[in-house]
């Protein structure tokens, strides 16, 4: 599928009621009758000040986990590190864009800090709803540039998102799990059994 791994993916994505944006081809045989409104996708470039269904749904996902964890848990760190919550969204999105280059290798922001270590802390930190919203994007734009469902160097990447999210949420509790679930639900049209995917996802695993 050319134009990324998850383009026109459907509502799970970016499912809303808009006019004037890209809609999937409808067939013939599946074309509603006149009066029927069709639903439309945004496929816009990401904006950190639009919420988007999927990033509202996540949000409001760990808003309600971390009310019923943070009583409870007491692993991981205490504090987030800055590198994963300080200063604009998109900035620290393009920063693990520009590190991903470097999959199956370490991967991190400029201050060495990892993808797990932005997971492994405590609930009630009150910075995972911004972990999570990041992780959710770059996940995004990664399948959104990839060439196709055969792009090597995508999978790579993806697998390595996948298993650094899983390396960090496997430190924690309860919350970190639900962006772990919700970075799978995004991943549903990647080829996860492929070669590629399965490098970068045993780095991310173990080091990422």
Known sequence: MAGGLGACRGPELHGIEQPGLCKCPVSAARRPGPGVRLRTYDLRPYDPRVVTPARLGLLLALVALTTLAGCSRTSGSEKVPSACVDGDPSTRVAALRSALAQAPGPVSFQDGTKISDCLAHDADSGDIQEVGSMLLTLTQQ???????????????????????????????????????????????????????????ERAGRSGG
């Open 142 to 200: 990664v399948m959104g540039s990839a060439s196709g469902p055969r792009d090597g160097r995508a999978l790579v990447e993806l697998g390595y998102i996948e298993g650094a999210v899983h390396r960090g949420a496997a430190k924690a509790q309860g919350v970190d799990g639900e962006i772990e679930r919700r970075i799978q639900q995004e991943m549903t049209t990647v080829d996860t059994a492929s070669t590629a995917f399965r490098r970068g």
